[in-house]
């Protein structure tokens, strides 16, 4: 594929002074129409080490307005990156709605220096092809434009870009070792691009190959290409044209929630007989997973008072604080509701070796979102993927994946509202959100059982857990805990 | 002073209980009270290896609304922290208003830690002494609650628990051959906390001494003055008691803009000339400051159309986008408003060996917020000294410090609007916001002088750019940019 391209094409300076200025303007004003129509933009500039990425997207960047992107260059993962995975530094860098992330290289990364230089095994690449897709996938329909740009130069090209910068004494020391040892592995490097390239290009997001060995021609056709996407794009939302995949779910009619036994109960001297037993296993484990540094994901769903606070409390109360986070989450903040719903949830993932709590979760999105209309029905149906996929990433990356649902019946829920009312240092506990709630009650519950349905995976399992007896609960959520780990070690 | 201390204190377990679930009731309680009337709390313990800073901050913990706070511990930094001045990663963990920072080790392993282990030099600890300081009063002026606590143990007692927790395999790998070796060196750290203790206590935030020896006597202990100390700022809050010191500053009558030359200018050969030479320098101080990890800051202020924009790009257009950043600042959003208004700011700063370029600046406190009221007096009259002080800090890490101020006259300023108003590729620069703006003229002079009066320091001085002239304001920004940097190297 990249050997039969021409790599010879090259443009005069004047000609390139002439279209220049106009491609400049138009693009600067194409970013303003993209700002107000609140379009997120991802540029990813991917290609051979000196095909000229820095120098083009400087180029770029000048005839935009600051206010409106951000460049990201590839480095080696810092240690918070390090430990979580691959795709985190990157879901952390996404735009907000109307603005722009400049990426000189890219996740792309995982496929191409990260294979070619042996740093992950063959399994772990051929993964990242699917958690691309899917990541690009989940960004596209969430109205995100991605424009791919690889740049291209043949071997000889590169080895002469190399000499001319050693040769000179300012940039020599920009020339080291390993990119000497890149332009004899050219032909390893070719491999993996071509791969890529034919694995993700056939895809939802195509790549634009820019012939770069003259500086003037590639510039032009990077401008030209990213004015004829972005403006196809801003028609399309302009026009209201649909692109995302209409989805169709098969009918849904399962009871579940219906089913299962609210009687269970244990005594307080039974709670507290089997919470001394493992109290200390909790602890131990936590170090455990710290010093193998398995990162832990618990997450609660529940009824409104079925007791998801007090029961996360005594998962908690005897562990070390250095190696947990609950992190509650309420409605989204403006920053987050200016990014893809998963967005929030990515930023806040443990770091390998860490247990992060979070009381409520991504499952907001087919319960409250979906019965309060803050999404589209389109949007809801197609997150059930999108989150299955989600935690199919996390399982790929070593994760513990706990899911509870606590689950108490009308009447025990109308007892506890009322003894919140009634008493002085609870009352904050209930608001009048929590009343209107209830009167949803039924069509609450058909939501859970068929979130429950289309989630309930091998990797990532539900527990239902039956909250009428808080101090049944808890110990079953403990224990819980407590296998999942265990069953991971 | 800590010899003195009576390290017998205990506490039974019976008056334990009975005493402990008031406490957490009330102190759960104070929490909504201080989220309400949106105070931001910092929380700081420090003390001794295996004084139980963990199990203290997980029963405190237990007792407070998960959506209410944040554990921070003190981890090794990384390298996004290590390129930065110290305090750089605290301040990314402070809390929004009506939030709470808990940390498990602060800022003060500076003077503790790194200073016996040797890690940094006597000079930059004792630095980090005055900069704690200044840390410390700017954030108690901005309304922050800070509580330190420092536990308490000897030398005895902190050998007794490394024995027990290296004589139960579970936690055995938990006691490192650095923790012993610190129990020998018992009596330097003790050293070096009397002097802590010393030198930031008599300041306007005590700390408060915990005898840690029995678990349950420490825990009533913090429980006791974190409930007396914040509900001693909820009454202050709640009266509206000013607890800032009051600013007065000498009269003010220098005229400064006035006095400029704004006829200077340069033809537009005389400009391609200059900047001919200066283009390939920029590119080599670039790399050289990479090379010797220098941060560059470069800071934008100057009169609506000045030509920010275009200047900015006349720097940045020979440079590496993988070494520069142009950090736009416009209205603060939800997030950073409820900071302290140096937040966002101090979130940009540059990485050693990188540019940062703000086009806007932390001087907007003393201009747009000065002049439209968007803080009080005394909040605009404080911050000459608290951004005098934060450029200082910036100094004392080593950064190159550039500060622009780009002067137009009142009627270039009037044909540069006209010019966007009828040029229709520019209308978006000019909005209503900027003739109201032109209104206040005078007051804005005014205002700018004053700020330049009271801001130009020998670390950080203002460059003032006549800029009627574009051709001249670009070459002499260029040639500032170089000669700031070329001085450092």
Chains 1, 2 share one sequence.
Not at 68 to 90: A, C, D, I, N, S
Not at 194 to 211: A, D, F, G, H, R
Not at 214 to 233: G, S, Y
């Amino acid at each position: 594929m990249l050997e039969n391209i021409d790599l010879s094409k090259e443009m005069d300076k004047n000609k390139y002074k002439q279209i220049i200025e106009k491609l400049e303007l138009k693009l600067g004003e194409l970013q303003r129409n993209a700002r107000e129509l609140k379009i997120p933009l991802i540029i990813v500039f991917e290609g051979w080490d000196a095909a000229g990425k820095g120098t083009l997207i400087n180029n770029l960047i000048l005839s935009l307005d600051p206010r409106g992107f951000k460049v990201y260059t590839k480095t080696e993962p810092t240690e918070e990156e390090y430990y979580r995975p691959f795709l985190w530094r990157f879901w952390n860098k996404l735009p907000s709605k109307g603005l722009m992330s400049i990426f000189d290289r890219s996740w792309y990364g995982r496929v191409i220096e990260e294979r070619v230089d042996n740093e992950i095994k063959e399994k772990d690449w051929q993964l990242a092809y699917e958690e691309i897709k899917i990541f690009e996938k989940q960004l596209i329909d969430d109205g995100n434009l991605i424009i791919k740009f690889f740049l291209h130069i043949d071997k000889k090209e590169q080895k002469k870009r190399f000499k001319k910068l050693d040769e000179n004494k300012a940039t020599s020391w920009r020339v080291t070792k390993e990119d000497w040892k890149h332009n004899e592995q050219y032909d390893d490097y070719l491999t993996a691009y071509e791969e890529m390239l034919k694995k993700t290009n056939p895809s939802i997001c195509q790549w634009n190959i820019i012939e770069s060995t003259d500086e003037k021609f590639a510039t032009i056709k990077v401008f030209n290409i990213f004015i004829e996407m972005l403006e196809q794009k801003i028609n399309d939302v302009k026009n209201k044209k649909i692109t995302t995949e209409i989805i169709t779910l098969d009918k849904f009619d399962t009871p579940i929630l219906s089913k299962i036994d609210l009687s269970k109960m244990l005594t307080k001297e039974e709670y507290q007989e089997e919470f001394d037993k493992c109290k200390e296993r909790i602890r131990e484990l936590e170090y455990k997973i710290y010093k193998k540094r398995i990162p832990v994901l618990i997450m609660y769903e529940g009824c409104d008072a079925a007791g998801k606070g007090g029961n996360i409390k005594r998962i908690t109360k005897n562990m070390d604080p250095r190696g947990y986070e609950v992190i509650p989450i309420a409605a989204p903040n403006d920053i987050e509701k200016a990014h893809h719903y998963l967005w929030r949830f990515w930023q806040q993932l443990p770091k390998a070796g860490h247990i992060a709590i979070f009381d409520r979760t991504w499952y907001g999105r087919v319960l409250v979102e979906r019965v309060e209309k803050f999404c589209s029905e389109n949007d809801w149906k197609r997150s059930y993927k999108e989150i299955n996929d989600t935690e199919a990433i996390l399982d790929n990356s070593g994760f513990v994946i706990v899911k509870f649902w606590l689950q108490i019946d009308k009447e025990e829920q109308l007892k506890r509202f009322n003894e919140r009312q009634n008493t002085p240092y609870k009352q904050w506990k209930i608001t009048e959100e929590d009343w209107r709630n209830r009167e949803k009650w039924d069509i609450y519950q058909n939501a859970i059982d068929e979130m429950i349905f289309r989630t309930n995976t091998s990797y990532a399992p539900w527990t239902i857990v039956e909250s009428n007896s808080k101090y049944y609960a808890r110990i079953k959520a403990l224990k819980t805990v407590i296998d999942s780990i265990e069953k991971k070690l």
